[in-house]
């Protein structure tokens, strides 16, 4: 029973190590999607961005409420466009800055609370690679170690439950 043990041990091990070294690269996949579609944004907002720069002092803000103060729809419904264009470059640049702000941030955002769009894209052109740098490694390792642990302690409670249990009611009157 306790080479089995070991095998397991060894088997989940490896399992965690895997899944652990992939996080690291999720995470810059992550952070190359985000970054990507804040300069993607950018673009878009460029030429309302110029129109700003020329008749507004470089106010978008001033921008799309000159829009939507004229009484033609289209141009109504335009300043909605602009707006929805510059709030999610404001949100996109928002999220790159506390991306980049130090790692523990990254791991966060991309793994805890990540632009929601974002993450969906990522999780589904996600490409497994195996980085063998060395906070990959560490995660790996650490996320192996940490798992197995728990692994084996749940099996060795599940294996002794009978044990114990049966002790229990045998000292109980």
């Known amino acids: 029973m306790e080479l089995f043990f070991a095998y397991i041990r060894v088997f989940v091990f490896l399992g965690c190590v895997l899944v652990g070294i992939q996080v690291p690269a999720f995470v810059d996949q992550y952070g190359k999607n985000l970054e ?11 030429e309302f961005q ?15 409420a000159h829009y939507k103060r004229d009484d033609d729809q289209v141009f ?38 990540p632009v929601p769009d974002v993450r969906k894209e990522v999780w589904k052109n996600y490409s ?8 990959a490694v560490a995660f790996g390792l650490v996320t192996g170690l940490i798992f197995t642990l728990g ?23």
Request: with cysteine.
């Open 151 to 173: 692994f084996e302690l749940l099996l060795r409670l599940l294996c002794n439950a009978p044990k114990l249990l049966s002790k229990r009611f045998q000292t109980t009157p």
């Open 76 to 113: 109504i419904e335009g300043g909605r466009s602009i707006q929805s264009i510059y709030a999610r470059n404001l949100m996109l640049a928002r999220s790159f800055a506390q991306f980049e702000s130090s790692s523990w941030s990254a791991y966060t955002q991309a793994l805890i609370s």
């Open 128 to 135: 497994y690679a195996i980085q063998l740098n060395p906070s």
């Open 50 to 64: 110029a129109g700003a720069d020329k008749y507004f002092a470089g106010s978008v803000e001033e921008l799309i």
């Open 36 to 46: 990507s579609r804040l300069l993607e944004s950018r673009i878009a907002l460029s």
